[in-house]
């Protein structure tokens, strides 16, 4: 069974969106995204990991079949087996969502926040993880 571990939102103002979320509901820093796709924030209640991202480029911005910069971006589930989880999801339906530069079978044995993206039957994407999130249990 998949595990949900991990909620994006994408924002145009990381700061202050995350200000909410600690000051708001007292979520604690899990560490800072600054990669190719997006910058921003991790954090966490100490079980689920909220990802605060102001993404750089369309692609990595693209859910439904159009960019989202604001609002709730993703869900990620972390798997136990995630050659199995791969299949299993694909197998329901999802198709995979080409933001990584490899196919996901190139992904296993790589470290921390390594996921695979999918796109849902209602346009919904999801990330499947067998190595988590920072701040997630």
Do not use: C
């Amino acid at each position: 069974m998949a595990r949900l571990r991990h909620i994006a939102i994408a924002t145009d103002d990381p700061e202050a969106t995350a200000r909410f979320y600690r000051e708001g509901l007292g979520l604690e820093d899990a560490g800072r995204v600054d990669s190719p796709l997006a910058d921003g924030y991790y954090l966490t209640d100490g079980h689920v990991n909220i990802a605060i991202l102001r993404f750089k480029d369309e692609l990595a911005a693209t859910v439904e079949g159009a960019p989202r910069y604001a609002g709730l971006h993703h869900l990620g589930f972390g798997v136990d087996d995630l050659k199995g989880g791969i299949e299993r999801i694909q197998e329901a339906g999802a198709r995979f969502h080409p933001i990584q530069a490899q196919h996901p079978e190139a992904l296993e044995g790589r470290g921390a926040n390594v996921e695979v993206k999918f796109t849902g039957p209602n346009g919904v994407m999801v990330d499947l993880s067998g190595v988590g999130w920072a701040g997630a249990s």
